[in-house]
């Protein structure tokens, strides 16, 4: 598959997004989880139809993306700007959509907000936006505000130099229960680290992404908006037997399962799209296949 690189403008800079196809083919947008990026598609997107167009976005304050600006801290739904100036730059009536994730959550989230605009949703280990306690909220508030006025406050220093094989190593150790691979870390290295030098690399992330604000409310409230604003349009879910997000989210899971959402779990871990993608290919291709006479 033929694959390039676009950068495209936003108020505070640019959107990087790597493509996959012919641009003449039905589009699907696709977004990775929190401090990951485009790159966590290299491995799948071979598996899957070839005659798509992928349209890998690199979320602001993630790989080659420009950072949002620092004025304020980021919240997760700030995520459906880009998906919104992405959409409308690449001029499609419709697109499928297919996240990880944080990129799940938040593709829900916009296909309540814009249903004209999506065709049909994958979720990759995601359900939707998280809840929590009502009785919370002035906690989780003034906890967040206070960590990120802490790193406003923080000076400038020169940022930790790594070689390449370290980069990978620290990407590898970083992650839970040992779900990364090398094979998974290298194309998310690639985006994440920017070369400065002759086997130097400096980590190109944005502190606040370890700090973000989720939507206010309970899994009443989050049920309840459901209810009022279903995503009516076909929606496939793939779940990690290690994450258990259907316990987590449990009356959501048992809404989306009234709602005839297609709902599967898979052995293995959060990252099974980067380390294993044969695993849940097969369920993504038969789902984008339905309604195709061909694909």
């Known amino acids: 598959m033929k694959v390039e690189e676009i950068q495209i403008p936003a108020p505070w800079g ?3 997004v790597k493509v996959w196809g012919d641009a003449q083919n039905e589009a699907i947008l696709v977004i990775h989880g929190v401090f990951d990026n485009a790159g966590a598609f290299d491995n ?23 950072h949002f600006p620092l004025t304020a801290p980021i919240h997760t739904i700030d995520f459906v700007v880009p998906i919104r100036i992405v959409g ?30 999506i065709s049909k949703i994958i979720l990759l280990d995601a359900l939707y936006l998280f809840p929590f306690d009502e ?20 000076k400038q220093t020169r940022k930790i130099s790594y070689t390449y094989e370290e980069a990978i190593q620290k990407l590898i150790a970083g992650r ?22 002759e086997d130097e690399y400096v980590m190109n992330i944005d502190s606040r992404l370890k700090e973000r604000f989720y939507p206010s409310g309970g899994m009443k409230f989050i049920v309840k908006v459901h ?51 044969e695993i849940i290919a097969p369920f ?5 296949l339905k309604d195709k006479n061909k694909l």
């Open 14 to 16: 640019h959107i990087a």
């Open 227 to 277: 209810k009022n604003q279903p995503v009516s349009c076909p929606v496939l879910i793939l779940l990690s037997t290690s994450r258990c997000l259907d316990y987590l989210l449990e009356p959501l899971y048992k809404l989306y399962v009234e709602n005839g959402y297609e709902i599967h779990k898979y052995e293995g871990h959060h990252d099974m799209h980067s380390t294993n993608p």
């Open 44 to 66: 799948l997107i071979p598996c899957l139809p070839q005659n798509l167009y992928y349209i890998c976005i690199d979320l602001p304050s993630h790989g080659k993306s420009s």
């Open 284 to 288: 993504i291709v038969k789902f984008l």
């Open 88 to 117: 409308n730059f690449f001029k499609r009536e419709k697109y499928i959509a297919m996240g990880h994730s944080l990129g799940g959550q938040v593709f829900m989230f916009f296909a309540q907000l814009y249903p004209e605009m």
């Open 135 to 154: 009785h919370m909220f002035f906690d989780i508030a003034k906890s967040g505000f206070d960590r990120f006025f802490r790193i406003m406050e923080q």
């Open 176 to 197: 839970d229960h040992d779900e990364m691979t090398r094979f998974a870390a290298e194309p998310l290295m690639k985006r994440m680290f920017e070369k400065i030098g």
